[in-house]
């Protein structure tokens, strides 16, 4: 996983040579098999500032450290590289109510309280990139 799609080709592309390299030395020939099983999720700066403003009129919402930045594999990473927009965490932990685990954890759970916020904050967002007054 990386933060973008140049470090992997620039991974890619290392590997090979390092393994044509051992290779070589060692009088023998490589076939390297490279899957690229994750696209990094790279936001685009414009919806991010437009989900930004949105974001500071629904009551609740609290922002994470400024660049944070994951290697989550997910698949909204595919759907970024075609077309530009902002992937973001609703923030569903809450130890109070079980949510302390993490994703895969065999208890996983999540605070449903944070369900209401996710849905206002994508209605607004929807209603106001698309000019609707729904």
Not at 59 to 79: L, N
Not at 88 to 106: R, S
Not at 110 to 116: P, S, T, V, Y
Request: charged share 25%; net charge negative.
């Amino acid at each position: 996983r990386t933060f973008s799609k140049d470090v992997q080709a620039e991974l890619r592309a290392s590997m090979a040579s390092i393994l044509e390299g051992i290779a070589k030395g060692a009088g023998m020939s490589v076939d390297l098999r490279y899957e690229e099983r994750t696209m990094p999720p790279v936001n685009d700066p414009f919806w991010c500032a437009e989900l930004r403003e949105v974001a500071r009129e629904v009551e609740g919402v609290r922002f994470g450290r400024p660049g944070f930045r994951t290697m989550a594999g997910e698949d909204m990473g595919y759907f970024l590289d075609k077309v530009p927009g902002v992937f973001f965490f609703v923030g569903a932990g809450n130890p109070e109510v079980g949510a302390q685990y993490p994703h895969h954890h065999p208890r996983f759970e999540i605070d449903e309280e944070a369900l209401g916020l996710g849905v206002e904050l994508l209605f607004r967002f929807a209603t106001k990139v698309t000019g609707s007054d729904v």
